[in-house]
């Protein structure tokens, strides 16, 4: 038995179990429902009439999300997005796919016979069809996409039209939408140009006009989608505003689009080739007795290899040895004009050599204005040649004009870098500056380079929101700062406000930042590089290295917390300070400093935070560093009294009153020491 015969009813009389079933069947009405259901299908029942329209409009709901329009998808998704790069990149495949249904018509030369390659053909159709499932998919994407309405475009970006039926409407409109377009773009014409409508004309004797109809039906559907393709940029530009993103995607796509240019012309000049063959053939046909116009069609005329079924007259046809010199040959007895070049490839079997070099010719010609090509006094032939001379000139000019703008994109910032260094250059020169100072401004010039690539940072993200600023600078700058570890133990608020407020900076060797005695404008956390800080105390330097993780200004961060400073005067400094190899940093400034102390004063009332300034405050630590060196040197000095005294047995008057005169005189020395070296002050 199947499954659903082993379906048991739960019965109400059971034990907990028959509750714990009811509970894990379902709390709810709808999965009992579905249970009878099973168990009168089990017994030979029907369903019940609420049930089968419970599941009917749960499959219609199911139907209409997925295979209509009731879900609008918003162009600027992402997904939405990489759908639209995906199918113009498609749609640009696809103008290469196109032209190469002109590939397909050969010359046999052993029958001179025209024939389709079959291999070739198969390869070509599937290439083909997979872009019309593309377009297919684009094509119901399209009913589903919302769509920018035209009045809400006065002011902003405009507002999305969501609502499905609208969304589809304009879609099917005639002339806002572009289904009717695109219905006439799917149309499988080449493929059933190539295998059904090329092969009747050719064997009913019609070459010339085989061509012309696989010509035709190629230009009507590249010209639509070409407009077509146009016509999505458009709109996408409209509503996403960019489709891709960067200048090296443009580069890429107009070299892209030039090659496809080169391409198409050159399956055009190829399939005129064919059909200049085909009329040299024709016109032999009609002198040389017992020819037929099916004999210029092999049999059968789409065929894997030269493999055809030959008759007596066929072969007699075959054996005319002037059409073969005049009409493959070129020995210009018939005038092939631009077109003898071709002659190999139309009578070749090669797709590669085939397919290679007229996309060579193609960018020549276009490259060169047609200047090679010495077209004869046939109109098609002179119509051809005129398109050819006025699209390479539209063409090559738009591709240099966007080269140009490329490279100029590309070598905006090195241009201006290089025009400020000649305007140094001319300055410095001008202003009879020494030679170590401009070495100095050229060596501060390169390394800023180095590190920014000529990018202003404040620049870039001032315009943007205050949110989205904040956000970049704390990604940038939240690492750093906790690696300092004055900001280490700080409330993240506080971070996020230091972050948003500190500034990169760049200093190069040997810059003396600060002097002693200057205001000091300026929080430095030092992130590489090395910083040397001099105090003199009574003509004596203390000499300290600051390194990465470092800061200096703490008189700042002293005078911002303090309630009785005078905020018009910025404190002087204790210190001077200079560069002992590159230095980045972040600088907090003076004003910046003030608004963060003001606006989180009970934020930084802590003991920790108070310790850790004492910790790495170079001033702290000279301060300490004195303090405790004249204190060693007190208990150094007094013990080595001690020592000199004891042996000679001197009275215990005089040892007090010599050693009261020492601790006088140790005093003094302390005092003057410590006048001389103030202790730092805390907030």
């Given at each position: 038995?199947?499954?659903?015969?082993?379906?048991?009813?739960?019965?109400?009389?059971?034990?907990?179990?028959?509750?714990?079933?009811?509970?894990?069947?379902?709390?709810?009405?709808?999965?009992?429902?579905?249970?009878?259901?099973?168990?009168?299908?089990?017994?030979?029942?029907?369903?019940?009439?609420?049930?089968?329209?419970?599941?009917?409009?749960?499959?219609?709901?199911?139907?209409?999300?997925?295979?209509?329009?009731?879900?609008?998808?918003?162009?600027?998704?992402?997904?939405?997005?990489?759908?639209?790069?995906?199918?113009?990149l498609?749609?640009?495949?696809?103008?290469?796919?196109?032209?190469?249904?002109f590939?397909?018509?050969?010359?046999?030369?052993?029958?001179?016979?025209?024939?389709?390659?079959?291999?070739?053909?198969?390869?070509?159709?599937?290439?083909?069809?997979?872009?019309?499932?593309?377009?297919?998919?684009?094509?119901?994407?399209?009913?589903?996409?919302?769509?920018?309405s035209?009045?809400?475009?006065?002011?902003?970006?405009?507002?999305?039209?969501?609502?499905?039926?609208?969304?589809?409407?304009?879609?099917?409109?005639?002339?806002?939408?572009?289904?009717?377009?695109?219905?006439?773009?799917?149309?499988?014409?080449?493929?059933?140009?190539?295998?059904?409508?090329?092969?009747?004309?050719m064997?009913?004797?019609?070459?010339?006009?085989?061509?012309?109809?696989?010509?035709?039906?190629?230009?009507?559907?590249?010209?639509?989608?070409?407009?077509?393709?146009?016509?999505?940029?458009?709109?996408?530009?409209?509503?996403?505003?960019?489709?891709?993103?960067?200048s090296?995607?443009?580069?890429?796509l107009?070299l892209?689009?030039?090659?496809?240019?080169?391409?198409?012309?050159g399956?055009?000049?190829?399939?005129?080739?064919?059909?200049?063959?085909?009329?040299?053939?024709?016109?032999?046909?009609?002198?040389?007795?017992?020819?037929?116009?099916?004999?210029?069609?092999?049999?059968?005329?789409?065929?894997?290899?030269?493999?055809?079924?030959i008759?007596?007259?066929?072969?007699?046809?075959?054996?005319?040895?002037?059409?073969?010199?005049?009409?493959?040959?070129?020995?210009?007895?018939?005038?092939?004009?631009?077109?003898?070049?071709?002659?190999?490839?139309?009578?070749?079997?090669?797709?590669?050599?085939?397919?290679?070099?007229?996309?060579?010719?193609?960018?020549?010609?276009?490259?060169?204005?047609?200047?090679?090509?010495?077209?004869?006094?046939?109109?098609?032939?002179?119509?051809?040649?005129?398109?050819?001379?006025?699209?390479?000139?539209?063409?090559?000019?738009?591709?240099?004009?966007?080269?140009q703008?490329?490279?100029?994109?590309?070598?905006?910032?090195?241009?201006?870098?290089?025009?400020?260094?000649?305007?140094?250059?001319?300055?410095?020169?001008?202003?009879?500056?020494?030679?170590?100072?401009?070495?100095?401004?050229?060596?501060?010039?390169?390394?800023?380079?180095?590190?920014?690539?000529?990018?202003?940072?404040?620049?870039?993200?001032?315009?943007?929101?205050?949110?989205?600023?904040?956000?970049?600078?704390?990604?940038?700058?939240?690492?750093?700062?906790?690696?300092?570890?004055?900001?280490?133990?700080?409330?993240?608020?506080?971070?996020?406000?230091?972050?948003?407020?500190?500034?990169?900076?760049?200093?190069?060797?040997?810059?003396?930042?600060?002097?002693?005695?200057?205001?000091?404008?300026?929080?430095l956390?030092?992130?590489?590089?090395?910083?040397?800080?001099?105090?003199?105390?009574?003509?004596?330097?203390?000499?300290?290295?600051?390194?990465?993780?470092?800061?200096?200004?703490?008189?700042?961060?002293?005078?911002?917390?303090?309630?009785?400073?005078?905020?018009?005067?910025?404190?002087?400094?204790?210190?001077?300070?200079?560069?002992?190899?590159?230095?980045?940093?972040?600088?907090?400034?003076?004003?910046?400093?003030?608004?963060?102390?003001?606006?989180?004063?009970?934020?930084?009332?802590?003991?920790?935070?108070?310790?850790?300034?004492?910790?790495?405050?170079?001033?702290?630590?000279?301060?300490?560093?004195?303090?405790?060196?004249?204190?060693?040197?007190?208990?150094?000095?007094?013990?080595?009294?001690?020592?000199a005294?004891?042996?000679?047995?001197?009275?215990?008057?005089?040892?007090?009153?010599?050693?009261?005169?020492?601790?006088?005189?140790d005093?003094?020395?302390?005092?003057?020491?410590?006048?001389?070296?103030?202790?730092?002050?805390?907030y």
């Amino acid at each position: 038995m199947g499954k659903r015969n082993q379906i048991r009813p739960v019965q109400e009389t059971d034990s907990p179990s028959s509750e714990r079933g009811h509970h894990e069947l379902g709390s709810n009405a709808v999965g009992w429902k579905v249970y009878d259901a099973l168990q009168r299908l089990d017994s030979g029942g029907e369903l019940s009439d609420p049930l089968e329209d419970m599941i009917e409009q749960s499959w219609k709901k199911s139907a209409r999300k997925w295979f209509c329009f009731d879900s609008v998808l918003n162009p600027h998704s992402s997904a939405v997005r990489i759908w639209n790069r995906v199918f113009l990149l498609s749609l640009l495949c696809n103008t290469v796919v196109d032209p190469l249904f002109f590939y397909l018509l050969s010359v046999d030369t052993t029958l001179l016979c025209v024939y389709v390659q079959k291999a070739f053909a198969i390869t070509v159709t599937a290439l083909r069809t997979i872009n019309d499932v593309l377009y297919l998919i684009n094509m119901w994407l399209q009913f589903r996409t919302a769509y920018v309405s035209k009045s809400s475009l006065k002011l902003g970006i405009g507002a999305l039209v969501t609502n499905p039926r609208k969304v589809a409407m304009n879609y099917v409109h005639i002339l806002r939408g572009g289904l009717a377009l695109d219905i006439l773009a799917i149309l499988p014409c080449p493929q059933i140009a190539i295998w059904i409508l090329v092969p009747r004309l050719m064997t009913s004797g019609n070459t010339s006009r085989a061509t012309t109809t696989l010509l035709c039906s190629l230009l009507f559907q590249f010209v639509i989608r070409l407009f077509r393709y146009f016509a999505l940029v458009r709109r996408m530009q409209r509503v996403v505003g960019y489709i891709f993103w960067g200048s090296w995607w443009g580069f890429v796509l107009n070299l892209a689009a030039y090659c496809a240019a080169a391409h198409v012309f050159g399956a055009l000049w190829y399939l005129f080739a064919v059909s200049r063959v085909f009329s040299c053939l024709a016109h032999h046909c009609e002198r040389y007795p017992g020819c037929i116009p099916h004999y210029l069609a092999c049999k059968p005329p789409i065929q894997f290899a030269k493999d055809p079924n030959i008759s007596i007259g066929r072969l007699h046809w075959s054996q005319n040895v002037n059409v073969t010199l005049e009409c493959v040959q070129d020995q210009k007895t018939f005038h092939h004009g631009i077109y003898w070049n071709a002659l190999p490839l139309v009578v070749g079997t090669s797709v590669a050599e085939k397919i290679a070099f007229p996309i060579f010719w193609g960018l020549m010609t276009l490259s060169s204005f047609c200047n090679s090509l010495t077209p004869t006094d046939d109109l098609p032939e002179t119509l051809f040649s005129l398109v050819l001379v006025m699209s390479g000139l539209m063409l090559f000019s738009a591709l240099i004009g966007n080269i140009q703008v490329f490279f100029q994109s590309l070598w905006t910032r090195v241009d201006r870098m290089r025009a400020r260094r000649q305007d140094l250059e001319w300055w410095m020169a001008r202003r009879q500056l020494p030679i170590p100072l401009q070495e100095r401004v050229d060596d501060y010039e390169q390394q800023h380079w180095a590190a920014t690539r000529g990018i202003d940072e404040e620049a870039m993200t001032r315009d943007l929101p205050e949110g989205l600023r904040r956000d970049i600078k704390r990604y940038l700058c939240l690492d750093l700062v906790r690696k300092i570890p004055l900001f280490s133990y700080t409330d993240p608020l506080l971070l996020d406000i230091l972050c948003e407020r500190l500034r990169p900076v760049l200093f190069t060797r040997g810059l003396v930042l600060m002097r002693d005695g200057e205001p000091v404008r300026r929080l430095l956390l030092l992130v590489r590089g090395r910083l040397r800080n001099v105090h003199t105390f009574g003509g004596r330097p203390s000499v300290a290295l600051l390194g990465p993780g470092d800061f200096t200004g703490e008189e700042l961060l002293t005078w911002g917390l303090s309630r009785t400073a005078d905020r018009n005067r910025l404190p002087l400094s204790t210190a001077s300070l200079d560069c002992v190899d590159t230095v980045e940093a972040f600088a907090l400034e003076a004003d910046d400093l003030m608004y963060v102390t003001s606006h989180f004063q009970q934020r930084l009332q802590s003991k920790k935070l108070r310790h850790t300034i004492r910790h790495y405050s170079p001033h702290w630590r000279t301060w300490a560093a004195v303090t405790i060196q004249l204190t060693w040197r007190r208990y150094k000095e007094a013990a080595a009294s001690r020592r000199a005294r004891a042996p000679a047995g001197l009275p215990g008057q005089l040892t007090d009153r010599s050693r009261s005169d020492d601790q006088t005189r140790d005093k003094l020395r302390m005092y003057t020491a410590m006048f001389t070296s103030p202790k730092p002050q805390d907030y």
